[in-house]
């Protein structure tokens, strides 16, 4: 169950060697619950949760498994390291 952004990053940082492109979707529907309880509670709308790194890591995964050519403008180590630090955080 996901249910904190600890979660969520977690879960985004695991599907990055995903295979079953079933299963990433089913995980992403879950941490998109958690993101917006976090954009809610913080104040944060719908770019937010959009642009979120957790999503863009999820995204990255999806079009590789649907064999999607991804030309990455945005810096997709930089979002790896946010989600890891949102992984590694002990207060949430």
């Not at 952004?5 to 985004?12: E, G, P, V």
């Not at 990055?16 to 913080?42: D, I, P, Y």
């Not at 945005?74 to 590694?88: G, H, L, P, Q």
């Amino acid at each position: 169950m996901i249910e904190t952004m600890k979660d969520a990053a977690r879960t985004a940082l695991a599907v990055q060697s995903a295979s079953n492109l079933s299963g990433v979707v089913h995980s992403w529907a879950q941490v998109q619950s958690v993101l917006s309880a976090e954009a809610n509670r913080t104040g944060k709308g719908t770019d937010w949760r959009n642009s979120h790194p957790i999503n863009q890591l999820f995204l990255v995964q999806l079009a590789h498994l649907s064999n999607i050519p991804v030309d990455l403008d945005f810096d997709y180590m930089a979002a790896v390291v946010k989600v890891e630090a949102i992984a590694e955080e002990t207060m949430r």
